[in-house]
């Protein structure tokens, strides 16, 4: 069974870092690409990265660029978002997905992992 489960939320005061991780399971992770979406209350569901399966490239949404950093541990078959500088704008549930950048109809999402951030 093809699965994506997120751990690493919390509760963090602002400037503070959390490091979020995706655990894959039924599939090996490095073979696909793995996306770091977050939706916030009355917002939509939005991409913030992508770690590509080749040539380790990564893509970054403005709004998280230069403070957030995703990475991949193939021994482990997890991918993490490091978030440093965090803000009280990133307060919202975060989810890893094997696609990148938008959602698509019928997408099977986990339950995501909240991460809250106090001034």
């Known amino acids: 069974q093809v699965q994506l489960e997120e751990a690493g939320g919390g509760l963090v005061q602002a400037g503070g870092s959390l490091r979020l991780s995706c655990v894959a399971s039924?599939?090996?992770?490095?073979?696909?690409?793995i996306g770091w979406f977050r939706q916030a209350p009355g917002k939509e569901r939005e991409g913030i990265s992508c770690?590509?399966?080749?040539?380790?490239?990564?893509w970054y949404a403005d709004s998280v660029k230069g403070r957030f950093i995703t990475s991949r541990d193939n021994a482990k078959n997890t991918v993490y978002l490091q978030m440093n500088s965090l803000k009280l704008e990133d307060t919202a549930l975060y989810y890893c997905?094997?696609?990148?950048?938008?959602?698509?109809?019928?997408?099977?999402w986990g339950q995501g992992t909240q991460v809250t951030v106090s001034s």
């Open positions: 039924g599939f090996d992770a490095d073979q696909v690409a």
């Open positions: 997905a094997t696609l990148c950048f938008t959602s698509i109809p019928g997408y099977q």
């Open positions: 770690l590509s399966n080749t040539e380790e490239s990564t």
